[in-house]
T-cell receptor, first 118, second 115 residues
């Protein structure tokens, strides 16, 4: 059981380049999330999805786009990377809060993707 | 906006001692709290959770205490081991369930365990 898998683990971009981070989960979770983690800022929610084909903005959505075409995948895109987007990005997933499943509220996180924008 | 914060950014203890990590939250409507552990280079891992209708919950070597009166949460780790060295985050879920995207994490406390 792989849990939540993020690719790539590391990436260096130049300002203005685009890229996509891929998140895959094999737990049949309904909800998926993208967070960024910066020193002294904790984890901040970028976008999230409550089901296939749906996405919603989080706390810091500007400069990012997401897609959830399949239940198990959640993609985070940067159309024109900026140095301010240098960060560690974490994907997470969970059952829906009203599913009644044990541990439904608990987010399972991936190992992270470290992105540097020069 | 609502926020969750930690009183102590760093905590150093000797192996075998008990550790207490604190967290203050500001949203009195929050009804569910989680503690996560994050080791260097890894994603956060679930440790223990507690609902707002409880004051205390125990796991293996860990206990979470919730004081709703003063909006305070603590994580107690018994007989701390070097493997417990990590950053510890508290997170709160506000109600209702439709505000799921409003999950808030604290900034984290760095726990260092010395052999």
């Amino acid at each position: 059981n792989a849990g939540v898998t993020q690719t790539p683990k590391f990436r260096v971009l130049k300002t203005g380049q685009s890229m996509t981070l891929l998140c895959a989960q094999d737990m049949n979770h309904e909800y998926m999330y993208w967070y960024r983690q910066d020193p002294g800022m904790g984890l901040r929610l970028i976008h999230y999805s409550v089901g296939e084909g749906t996405t919603a903005k989080g706390e810091v959505p500007d400069g990012y786009n997401v897609s959830r075409l399949k239940k198990q995948n959640f993609l985070l895109g940067l159309e024109s990377a900026a140095p301010s987007q240098t960060s560690v990005y974490f994907c997470a997933s969970s059952y829906s809060r009203t599913s009644g499943k044990p541990g439904a509220n608990v987010l399972t996180f991936g190992a992270g993707s470290r992105l540097t924008v020069l | 906006g609502e926020s969750v914060g930690l009183h102590l950014p760093t905590l150093s203890v000797q192996e075998g001692d008990n550790s207490i990590i604190n967290c203050a939250y500001s949203n009195s409507a929050s009804d569910y709290f989680i503690w996560y552990k994050q080791e260097s280079g890894k994603g956060p891992q679930f440790i223990i959770d507690i609902r707002s209708n409880m004051d205390k919950r125990q796991g293996q070597r860990v206990t979470v205490l919730l004081n709703k009166t003063v909006k305070h949460l603590s994580l107690q780790i018994a007989a701390t081991q070097p493997g417990d060295s990590a950053v510890y985050f508290c997170a709160e879920f506000p109600t209702p369930s439709t505000s799921y995207g409003k999950l808030t994490f604290g900034q984290g406390t760095i726990l260092t365990v010395h052999p």
